[in-house]
């Protein structure tokens, strides 16, 4: 990267850069370094690692004003998650332009990484693209609730992948999983393990089938993954996969169905649910295994009703659904 295109600024993790006698101050920092230009810009150059060293609001750099700059580099293929802290933090405020870098072979191509960079509300240059510094134009808008988005496939298609990558720009996230407790189940507590690594420390959780409570208070954005374990978790609660299920299972069932639905219409916060694509595979071989995929089938038609963007995921690519 080149400053006023005659100073050349290595990544922070690598050095700082020499700008003396030009004006600029320099100044490094644990979650990267900041350039001040004469004029009043401020640009910052994050670490891949900054947002283990941001606590949930820094104070200004000694000598500044202010934590928050105008321009903020971030290497969105090594840490996306670098923005969302970045914003929890007050480094990116609400003028500043995100600027996304590090497009390499795990990114599968150039419009993929537009697309990602345009889900955390960030700027996708091309090659040698001059910036100004403050930004002529205002930053790209992101989503904000209320808004509600299904991310619907199959199993291993990367929906919980690509639900978690849609909300790794946001500085206020609750994670709400619905599925079973992990105890007695090796296999199920890894899968768990793994999608715990993935989150970001500051993302919340909330282990727990009362959907609607966490919905009703929601603020700022929720990962409700998924829905598949949710209605599981309701037949079970319910009696529905006993053989026969009580009298008035059904019933309940629905009933709870109903809630789940008005309470999805109704939230305030930004919602992205994930759920499974059913009826593609195999034929369920008993009475409540067909059930579960006929509530679960018909849950997601209507989810997906009352949605303002659903997706569907297959094998790691991602499909908008008009």
Request: proline fraction near 8%; hydrophobic fraction near 40%.
């Amino acid at each position: 990267m080149m400053v006023d295109e005659r100073f050349p600024v290595p990544a922070p993790e690598v050095g700082v850069p020499r700008l003396s006698g030009a004006g600029y101050r320099v100044t490094a920092l644990p979650y990267g370094t900041r350039i001040d230009a004469p004029e009043g810009g401020r640009l910052l150059y994050s670490r891949p690692d900054a947002q283990h060293h941001l606590t949930e609001t820094v104070a200004p750099p000694e000598g500044h004003a202010s934590a928050e700059v105008d321009l903020a580099l971030v290497d969105v293929v090594e840490a996306p998650e670098t923005i969302g802290a970045l914003r929890r933090a007050g480094v990116v405020g609400m003028t500043t332009a995100v600027v996304a870098i590090g497009g390499d072979h795990r990114v599968h191509s150039p419009a993929e990484f537009a697309r990602r960079a345009k889900l955390w509300g960030a700027l996708a240059p091309s090659d040698g693209q001059v910036l100004s510094c403050p930004p002529s134009t205002w930053p790209p808008p992101r989503v904000r609730g209320p808004h509600r988005m299904l991310v619907t496939g199959g199993a291993r298609s990367g929906k919980s992948a690509e639900a978690e990558r849609r909300l790794l720009g946001e500085p206020d996230v609750t994670y709400l999983a619905t599925g079973p407790k992990s105890d007695s189940d090796p296999a199920w507590a890894q899968r768990v393990a793994a999608h715990r690594q993935r989150r970001p420390w500051w993302w919340r959780t909330e282990e727990t089938l009362n959907v609607v409570g966490v919905l009703d208070a929601a603020e700022g954005a929720v990962l409700f993954d998924c829905v598949g374990t949710w209605l599981a978790g309701v037949m079970g609660e319910c009696g529905l996969w006993e053989d026969p299920p009580p009298g008035g299972a059904a019933a309940e069932v629905a009933a709870r169905i109903e809630e789940l639905v008005a309470s999805w219409r109704q939230c305030t916060a930004r919602i992205v649910a994930v759920t499974n694509e059913v009826g593609s595979g195999v034929v369920p071989a008993t009475a409540s295994g067909g059930m579960f995929r006929d509530l679960l089938g018909r849950l997601n038609q209507r989810l997906a009703a009352e949605s303002e963007e659903v997706v569907l995921t297959v094998a790691g690519r991602v499909t908008r659904l008009p």
